[in-house]
């Protein structure tokens, strides 16, 4: 997944979001969209054909190669969540070593409850 790499040292200012497993309580981190290229977020050949399909579908594909189902009511039983606070020992290691050494600290910079770290720019 070097394209993500290259996105997030190219464009700091992404913000990662995160999706938790409502069964099994792993947190995955959303593959980034690139705002550098609208309604194009990875060229073609970069991504599987499967996971391009479940992009049109609705699914929310994750660093690691796990395709999340967004359920706004959870009325799916294996459905999935956006959060943007968790527990770290709920991170997906895999999306972890995804996100290379240089931006693993990114993925914890949005957890902490009732903190707010952001200048407001
Ligand atoms: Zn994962």
């Known amino acids: 997944m070097t394209a993500v790499r290259e996105l997030l040292t190219r464009r700091g200012d992404i913000e990662l979001k995160f999706i938790r497993h409502r069964v099994s309580g792993t947190v995955h981190v959303v593959v980034p969209d690139d705002p550098d ?69 990114r993925a914890f910079e949005y957890h902490q409850p009732s903190t707010m770290l952001r200048s407001g720019t």
């Open 37 to 105: 290229k609208q309604g194009e977020v990875f060229r073609i050949g970069e991504v599987p054909a499967d996971a391009q399909l479940a992009m049109a579908s609705g699914q929310t594909p994750t660093l690691c190669g796990y395709l999340a189902y967004k359920s706004m009511d959870g009325t799916r039983r294996s459905s999935d969540e956006m959060v943007s606070e968790f527990d770290d020992a709920h991170l997906c290691a895999r999306c972890w070593r995804a996100l290379g050494p240089e931006h693993q600290a």
